[in-house]
């Protein structure tokens, strides 16, 4: 007799979600390049990538153990993305601030809005069949 191996769920499918953040971000950033000033561009780049960057790193951290018997450190990874993330967007709004700021606040801050709100798309983009 063989030795079972244990049960390997199936863990969220993050990466579409996660692929939809950056597209919008990148598809968002194409016609502020060709329909307004380069700076601009950067401006709607930068928003998008500080608004996924510590969306990446939640998925990251967060979804790193599974099963029943993990279910401790689960929930305390998941206190520590959520602290690491807020503490991330923070760092990257910062360092967008000092480092390179912004020419069009607008198109900053709309990018950011726009690809944190691509979540709302996630029940569509992760909707599973059911297997019953």
């Given at each position: 007799?063989h030795k079972a191996?244990?049960?390997?769920?199936?863990?969220?499918?993050?990466?579409?979600?996660?692929?939809?953040?950056?597209?919008?971000?990148?598809?968002?950033?194409?016609?502020?390049?060709?329909?307004?000033?380069?700076?601009?561009?950067?401006?709607?780049?930068?928003?998008?990538?500080?608004?996924?960057?510590?969306?990446?790193?939640?998925?990251?951290?967060?979804?790193?153990?599974?099963?029943?018997?993990?279910?401790?450190?689960?929930?305390?990874?998941?206190?520590?993305?959520?602290?690491?993330?807020?503490?991330?967007?923070?760092?990257?709004?910062?360092?967008?601030?000092?480092?390179?700021?912004?020419?069009?606040?607008?198109?900053?801050f709309g990018a950011?809005?726009?690809?944190?709100?691509?979540?709302?798309?996630?029940?569509?983009?992760?909707?599973?069949?059911?297997?019953?």
């Amino acid at each position: 007799m063989h030795k079972a191996a244990p049960a390997r769920l199936k863990g969220p499918r993050l990466f579409p979600l996660l692929m939809l953040q950056l597209c919008m971000a990148l598809g968002m950033t194409a016609p502020t390049l060709i329909w307004h000033t380069p700076e601009a561009a950067l401006s709607t780049l930068l928003g998008g990538l500080v608004a996924w960057l510590p969306n990446v790193f939640f998925a990251w951290q967060t979804f790193r153990h599974q099963g029943a018997s993990q279910a401790r450190n689960i929930v305390n990874s998941f206190y520590r993305a959520e602290a690491g993330k807020f503490g991330l967007t923070a760092a990257l709004f910062i360092a967008v601030f000092v480092a390179v700021p912004p020419s069009n606040p607008a198109f900053f801050f709309g990018a950011y809005v726009v690809t944190q709100l691509a979540h709302w798309l996630g029940p569509w983009l992760l909707h599973r069949p059911s297997r019953t």
